[in-house]
């Protein structure tokens, strides 16, 4: 093997091993300080460090992500009506917020299909949460049925 000596390093064949050890002076990580007033990891304040482009580090704050809109009875997420947060929720128009259906922005279409069952007029009084909407419906259709006789009785009494 040959050795030859070249300033502070002895090359031993193909390997080179250091007489002196050189470490980087050490350095203070970069502070990051905070753009807010409040200074507690809470969940409204959630932040991301970011490197600009002069390489120093800020904080980046975030917001809340919004979360989907449940139906109320099996729970999946409601198709058509957007993830927003309440704030951007009162911003948009009703037509954004719904689906153009019965139950639109609260029920999914297999729940409200579910509730809908053949029942018999008669039965509307005794009919139980399961087929609400049938029920409002029959009692819609009795109001009406109430007022067209109603109205026939008057006509009938005046002549």
Do not use: W
């Not at 250091?18 to 970069?30: C, L, W």
């Not at 905070?34 to 917001?63: A, D």
């Not at 929720?89 to 579910?114: E, F, L, N």
């Amino acid at each position: 093997m040959r050795r030859m000596h070249e300033g502070h390093r002895e090359i031993i064949g193909t390997f080179s091993l250091t007489t002196k050890p050189h470490f980087p002076a050490p350095q203070m990580a970069q502070r990051v300080t905070l753009r807010k007033r409040q200074p507690y990891n809470t969940t409204s304040s959630r932040r991301r460090i970011v490197k600009t482009p002069g390489g120093k580090l800020v904080y980046h704050h975030l917001k809340k992500l919004p979360t989907q809109p449940k139906c109320g009875d099996c729970g999946i997420g409601l198709p058509g009506v957007p993830a927003l947060r309440p704030r951007q929720y009162a911003t948009i128009s009703k037509r954004q917020k719904t689906v153009c259906r019965a139950y639109g922005g609260s029920r999914c279409g297999d729940c409200v299909k579910s509730r809908c069952v053949h029942v018999l007029p008669q039965n509307v009084r005794y009919l139980k949460h399961s087929n609400s909407i049938l029920r409002a419906f029959l009692v819609e259709e009795a109001k009406i049925v109430k007022k067209v006789i109603k109205s026939q009785q008057k006509a009938g009494g005046r002549k």
